[in-house]
Structure formats: C-alpha cells, structure tokens
Nanobody
C-alpha cells in the first residue's frame, strides 16, 4: 500500500534553512504530492503542492519566494526546501498524496494518503 515518510525537520534559528524530504513506497504510479503544516491549536493548512510530472507547482502566499517544492520520481522523493524561516513557520509538516487526477488547488481535502509528520521549530 502507498506509504509516505517525512524527514528533515528540526530546530533552526530565524532566517535559517531546512530541507524536508518525503519518500513514497508501495505503488509505482506517480501522484500529486502536497506539503501541509499544522501548529498547535490550528487547522492544518496547505503549504505547497506539485503535479505528478513536476510541471506544475502551487504555494501558499505565506511561503512564496521562500520555499521550493521539487520531485525526483525515479527516487520516489519529493523535497521541500525552506529558506528564510520565520517563527510562524513552526509546525508539524506533513506530506500527502492525491491518488486521483491532478487538481489545481492545494487543500487538505484534496489529498487522501498522509505521512506521520516531522516537527519544524524556528526559534532563537
């Protein structure tokens, strides 16, 4: 069965960088992949999504110009490069797959298979 595993989270100072990785296994089909985050007491929100072939990407306004999503389908891996991190980026970050046709939105309800998350903390 399709499984997703995130890694790369940790503690970083404001202005620093982290790179998150999402590795998929269980199915050979290429799916749209999204990165989402959830801070304590808040709803989960979309951060960035990428189409199955990697030709289309979407970003939340709050991360445009700072985060970059990419994928290497041969390695079944999707990356999220996070630069110029801010304290408000602190959250658990999840990757998720959409096993249906590509959709231009990047919403929690658009995705159906989820990893367990990795903690990102931005603090001095």
């Amino acid at each position: 069965q399709l499984q997703l595993v995130e890694s790369g989270g940790g503690l970083v100072q404001p202005g620093g960088s982290l790179r998150l990785s999402c590795v998929a296994s269980g199915f050979t089909l290429d799916y749209a992949i999204g990165w989402f985050r959830q801070a304590p007491g808040t709803e989960r929100e979309g951060v960035s999504c990428i189409s199955p072939g990697g030709g289309t990407t979407k970003y939340a306004d709050s991360v445009k110009g700072r985060f970059t999503i990419s994928r290497d389908n041969a390695k079944n891996t999707v990356l999220l490069q996070m630069n110029s991190l801010k304290p408000e980026d602190t959250a658990i970050y999840y990757c998720a797959a959409r096993r249906r046709q590509w959709i231009s939105t990047c919403r929690v309800g658009d995705y159906d298979t989820w990893g367990r998350g990795t903690q990102v903390t931005v603090s001095s």
